[in-house]
């Protein structure tokens, strides 16, 4: 009986020390976030005046901040933070979007294909980290302003104390920028396939493009995309902590890695206290070295040529 593809490539990638490491780490500090509102000892916004700057303890495994808030909580919130932006950016920037525009400009080509690669070479080339800030400095008041139309509603009333314009804000600014690299290793995987029996076949037999694309032609670009993806995923909570550090992200009282390795920095409180930026240094660095050891790991697994 043959081995289902899928669990040859774990199989492969289960060999890897390194690769199964890394997804310990990841799903660690994901799983952790995830359970956040569940199994975090504190609320992030706990503040307790009486217990600052408080060394490990039982009750604080990692201590407390300046106004007393537990870091294990805090880390726990933020890790939630990374998780909804990342996943918000992958699904709305590099898959829906970056996936369906290289589909359709190595398949249809032409004139489309000039249109979408032109627009990609455009946002390419344009400094994204500069824009960013500038997007997210610039727009924010207008985003704010919008989810205020909801204040007084049943359900989505209080939407800006929520944070949620902070989270909408910063996933959209980031998804902006990262269909293009995808969309660009699709486009150029389809030129090699759109001429192939089977895609031949399936035009013959009258398949229309939205069934060829998405039937035919993106299951076997799906190895390559994983790999983009897992790329993608530490690039894009970089990004997001790296906005927050420089105080255009997430806005306090809401948690981010962020936030707190912001709080944490200075001269000052890392002579006297260096665990308020060690705390949330530490998993940032483990999240973002797991990613790229992971997606080297698969790119060894995937690719025909190094396996």
Do not use: C
Request: no cysteine.
């Amino acid at each position: 009986m043959a081995t289902a593809p899928s669990f040859v490539i774990l199989r492969r990638l289960a060999r890897k020390r390194l690769a199964m490491i890394s997804l310990v780490v990841i799903g660690v500090i994901y799983l952790a976030g995830i359970l956040a509102p569940v199994a975090a000892p504190y609320d992030f916004a706990d503040t307790d005046f009486g217990n600052t700057f408080a060394g490990p303890s039982i009750d604080h495994p990692f201590g407390t901040d300046r106004l007393g808030r537990d870091l294990l909580s805090r880390v726990m919130w933020s890790a939630q933070t990374t998780v909804i932006i990342s996943a918000a950016a992958i699904l709305t920037g590099s898959l829906a979007v970056g996936v369906t525009m290289g589909l359709l400009a190595g398949y249809v080509g032409g004139r489309l294909d000039n249109v979408i690669m032109r627009v990609a070479d455009a946002f390419f080339s344009l400094p994204d980290i500069l824009l960013l800030i500038l997007i997210t400095a610039t727009v924010r008041p207008r985003v704010e302003g919008f989810f205020d139309n909801f204040n007084g509603w049943p359900v989505l009333g209080g939407l800006n104390e929520s944070g949620l314009p902070d989270y909408f804000l910063i996933f959209g600014a980031l998804a902006l920028f990262g269909w293009v690299g995808i969309a660009r290793i699709v486009r150029s995987q389809v030129l090699s396939l759109r001429e192939t029996d089977y895609v031949m076949a399936a035009r013959a037999a009258g398949a229309r493009t939205p069934r060829i694309l998405f039937r035919h032609l993106l299951p076997n670009v799906t190895n390559i995309i994983v790999v983009a993806v897992t790329l993608s995923l530490g690039s894009i909570a970089g990004a997001e902590i790296a906005l927050t550090w420089l105080g255009i992200g997430i806005q306090p009282p809401h948690p981010s890695f962020g936030v707190m390795i912001f709080d944490g920095s200075g001269l000052t409180n890392l002579r006297a206290h260096p665990e308020l930026m060690l705390v949330p240094a530490v998993p940032v660095i483990a999240l973002l070295f797991a990613f790229n050891l992971l997606g080297d790991a698969l790119n060894d697994v995937l690719s025909p040529r190094r396996r």
